[in-house]
């Protein structure tokens, strides 16, 4: 069974956006294209497995303040890349061949020779770079299970006495004709398997040692995975990394306390909160570094968030009735799956206060029987808090907002309790969109 996550969270928390602005391209700053790929498949795939988890946290924790560093050249690689998988048959290592071949390319200036020189080229120079980190990471102790796999299969490869020779050359010396024949059938025969494992290596290496800075740089933690089947979660210092100087919150959920009742103001910071939190529980159930100063977090099974809901035109539904299908939606995943984290950002809002009052009181109360996992639910209704008061496992909590010298102030800091601030009205006359409807009118006199 995989982690349960669907398009519409996928949209919420900005993983992926195709114009830049989103999780993936924050620790994208990988040296090569199959680093990139390894990156986003490795974002891609959340996980409920404590052991998958664990091991990739490990592996990008093991590189976290260490000197080590892939030399690699991004434009070298995807050269090797093109020169392993070319299409023009391998060079004879006989003298024959070798002299025929070498005597064409210097009178034709052949262009599959020089592409299968370079790739030799290329590949020699990645061979010594690895050659160099392989003698570095030996020296370390302690290594996660897929950097000693990563040990031992560059351990495999410099134990063979062809590459042991190949390293012991001088790097600027000429191959000459034979030599790039020999290599060229070494390289794309012998060991052309080996080769595409080693670069398979080199990738996800460059995705580890990439996602492993993010950590100092922004000032990330590794998640703690605490082994209990109740929800569990205990942040300090959260914050949204794609917002500038972003005010951090503590976050504390607990088995007794599993639902959240979050109210305040337009503004004062709720959906950023919630996404925060999405994103945090998502990066630690891809084993990745989280924006805060540290988090235990027991697994969950799946993350569902409707935080920005779009109307469905298409087929004419209303943003009420999309709230609803919605809704329907993550309670059938509920009777499905149990133990998931789910976030509801501004519950019914397409509808009328008072079936907006109704439909969220239902639903909180249908939510408040349900132990094994975790709801956010943001609204404006603050109304419905007096009936909800009466179940002893939600928590309120509210982001404040005030009003100086004319002005909403927020501090976009959480607090318990119930929001008692409407700066909505407030916000509209501040506009002076009546006057400007008014002049209107008055031109048209």
């Known amino acids: 069974m995989v982690f349960e ?27 090569t294209i199959g680093g990139r790929k390894k990156l986003k498949e490795l974002l891609e795939t959340p996980s409920f497995d404590l052991e998958i988890l664990t091991s990739r946290r490990d592996s990008i924790k093991f590189f976290n303040g260490k000197a080590l560093e892939l030399k690699v050249n991004k434009n070298e690689l995807d050269l090797i890349e093109h020169y392993l998988a070319f299409n023009v048959g391998p060079l004879k290592p006989n003298v024959i061949d070798a002299y025929v071949k070498g005597i064409q390319y210097q ?6 020779y020089y592409t299968i020189s370079q790739g030799i080229a290329d590949t020699r120079k990645l061979l010594k770079i690895l050659a160099d980190f392989y003698e570095e990471l030996s020296k370390e ?12 299969a560059f351990a495999e490869l410099f134990a063979k006495k062809t590459i042991q020779k190949l390293l012991q050359m001088d790097p600027k010396k000429r191959l000459g004709y034979l030599g790039t024949s020999y290599y060229d059938n070494l390289f794309r025969t012998v060991e052309l398997n080996t080769l595409k494992d080693i670069l398979k290596v080199v990738y996800e290496l460059d995705a580890y040692i990439t996602a492993s800075k993010v950590v100092n740089d922004n000032d990330f933690c590794f998640p703690e995975y605490i082994e209990n089947d109740l929800p569990y979660v205990n942040i300090t210092g959260l914050y949204h990394p794609c917002i500038k100087n972003a005010v951090t919150n503590d976050v504390l959920i607990q088995k007794d306390k599993n639902i959240c009742f979050l109210t305040g103001a337009n503004m004062a910071g709720k959906s950023s909160y919630l996404k925060a939190l999405g994103l945090a529980v998502y990066l630690a159930h891809v084993g990745f570094p989280v924006p805060a100063i540290s988090m235990q977090t027991s697994v969950f099974k ?5 935080i920005n809901l779009s109307d469905n035109i298409s087929s004419g539904y209303s943003h009420y009735f999309s709230e609803v299908k919605r809704l329907k939606k993550v309670a059938e995943k509920i009777a499905e799956q149990d133990n998931l984290f789910i976030i509801f950002d501004e519950l019914f809002k397409g509808t009328n206060v008072k079936d907006a009052y109704n439909a969220s009181l239902a639903t909180i109360t249908a939510l408040s029987k349900i132990k094994n996992s975790v709801f956010l639910i943001s609204t404006h209704i603050v109304e419905i808090a007096t009936e909800l008061r009466l179940f002893e496992n939600i928590d309120f909590k509210y982001f ?5 010298n004319g002005k909403p102030v927020f501090d ?3 607090r318990d309790g119930v929001s008692s601030e409407t700066l909505g009205y407030f916000i509209f006359k501040g506009e002076g969109i009546v ?4 002049q209107g009118a008055i031109k048209q006199k």
């Open 435 to 438: 006057q400007l409807l008014e």
């Open 302 to 306: 799946g993350l569902i968030t409707t």
């Open 141 to 152: 102790a302690d290594l996660p299970l897929p950097i000693n796999i990563m040990l031992n």
């Open 412 to 414: 976009f800091k959480l």
């Open 400 to 404: 404040d907002s005030k009003i100086e």
């Open 107 to 112: 009178y034709s200036a052949n262009k599959d």
């Open 5 to 31: 996550i669907d398009r519409q969270t996928i949209k919420d928390l900005d993983l992926f956006n195709e114009d830049g602005a989103s999780v993936y391209s924050f620790f994208n700053n990988v040296k």
